[in-house]
């Protein structure tokens, strides 16, 4: 069964700072991974998302991960906080393998907090 | 690309009482969604449709709930019954063929709260 994993519940930057959310899955077999974001009463809007191909992902509003099978992880950064980034964050991987996207699981997610 | 819609927005119930939400997904997307989300957790599967098939259903959906979408475009979540454990937010999502990878992309949610 596939899973994912997300350490860290809360993580706080200064304005400006270097973002990094960590996100590792299992999987037997290759995975797509997703990164979303979600604000307060809303619904998840896409960041980014692996499917095959380079390793280095961007995504929407300065973000990008990485994917690394060797280490199963799917790290998100930012090279400088905004205060807009403020939000939860989460890691998402399907659950059919890479060829049959299915249902996607989540992580718990990340509440990021961005200090003036 | 109007994006996914639900209503209502938000539904306060007492317990016992049927409630019944929509999700209008994006029009040209044949997969369509439901998930869970609870305070504090990630959004958990509840249900899939490819176009009007019902092609997987979770052990989170009890006999209490059932999904449909009848023509393959929108779909409505019934909650017979509501007990306390009900009290989430639904999630809707809708999706392209899931071959070439594409995304799912997610309405803002049915807020329910039982009395």
Redesign the interface.
Known sequence: AQS?TQLG?HVSVSEGALVLLRCNYSSSVPP?L?W?VQYP??????LL?Y??GATLVKGINGFEAEFKKSETSFHLTKPSAHMSDAAEY?C?V???G????????????TKLSVKP | DTGVSQNPRHKITKRGQNVTFRCDPISEHNRLYWYRQTLGQGPEFLTYFQNEAQLEKSRLLSDRFSAERPKGSFSTLEIQRTEQGDSAMYLCASSLSPDRGQPQHFGDGTRLSIL
Do not use: E, H, P, R
């Not at chain 1, 009463?41 to 896409?46: A, V």
């Open positions: 994912v519940s797509y997703f979303y009463n809303q619904g998840l809007q896409l998302k499917t095959t989460f998402a399907t659950s059919g890479g060829g049959s996207q299915g249902n996607l699981i989540f992580g718990k997610g």
